[in-house]
């Protein structure tokens, strides 16, 4: 069965410092990975996607994501916190298991940025 | 560009009833997905509808349905609604392309469905 994991509940970080939510997938054949993060009382917005190439990818808001095949996963990382960056942030991957754009979410990490 | 509606944003409901749940997705999407969020869930997977045809369902009973219009527009019910259906519904658009899946979803803000 495919799936994706978001290990942490909850991280926190200092605003101006590096920031990293991890996530791990388990799929069959190669994944198409997306990001996206939601504020309070929002919907969800689009952050990045790995389909195919570089493995680093570059999204909206100073985010990025590396994929890595050997270790399965695919974290999302800033290089300086802010604080309006707190929220909740969801590891998606594409179910390949058909003629579908379904996505699978991981049970998302809230990210907090203190001042 | 519009971004994808969702109406009504706010829904009470009471047990045994049933509620109807709007979604418009962005000018020239023709997918629609539905997806489901509670605290305990996180968030399921309800259905997919591109071209009026529903492509994918999730693992939910049949009090949940949903349909799509020849203008993208879809709708989801739940009949004889319960406690544990209150949630935050999202409608997500796509383009859709039968090419390939590497089109992201763009969702909506959600309506959220509190059942007494």
């Known amino acids: 069965a495919q799936s994706v994991a978001q290990p942490e509940d909850q991280v926190n970080v200092a605003e101006g410092n590096p920031l990293t939510v991890k996530c791990t997938y388990s799929?069959?054949?190669?994944?198409?990975l997306f990001w996206y993060v939601q504020y309070p009382n929002r919907g969800l917005q689009f952050l990045l996607k790995?389909?195919?190439?570089?493995?680093l990818v570059k999204g909206s808001y100073g985010f990025e994501a590396e994929f890595k095949k050997s270790q399965t996963s695919f974290h999302l990382k800033k290089p300086s916190a802010l604080v309006s960056d707190s929220a909740l942030y969801f590891c998606?991957?594409?179910?390949?298991?058909?003629?579908?754009?379904?996505?699978?979410f991981g049970q998302g990490t809230t990210l907090q940025v203190k001042p | 560009k519009a971004g994808v509606t969702q109406t009504p944003r706010y829904l009470i409901k009471t047990r045994g009833q049933q509620v109807t749940l709007s979604c418009s997705p962005i000018?020239?999407?023709?997918?629609v997905s539905w997806y489901q969020q509670t605290p305990g869930q996180g968030l399921q997977f309800l259905f997919e509808?591109?071209?009026?045809?529903?492509?994918n369902k999730g693992n939910f009973p049949g009090r949940f349905s949903g349909r799509q219009f020849s203008n993208s527009r879809s709708e989801m019910n739940v009949s004889t609604l319960e406690l544990g259906d209150s949630a935050l519904y999202l409608c997500?658009?796509?383009?859709?392309?039968?090419?390939?899946?590497?089109?992201?979803?763009?969702f909506g803000p959600g309506t959220r469905l509190t059942v007494l």
């Open positions: 997500a658009s796509s383009l859709g392309r039968t090419s390939g899946f590497n089109n992201e979803q763009f």
């Open positions: 799929v069959s054949g190669n994944p198409y």
């Open positions: 790995y389909i195919t190439g570089d493995n």
């Open positions: 998606a991957v594409r179910d390949r298991s058909g003629n579908t754009g379904k996505l699978i």
């Open positions: 000018s020239g999407h023709r997918s």
């Open positions: 509808y591109f071209s009026e045809t529903q492509r």
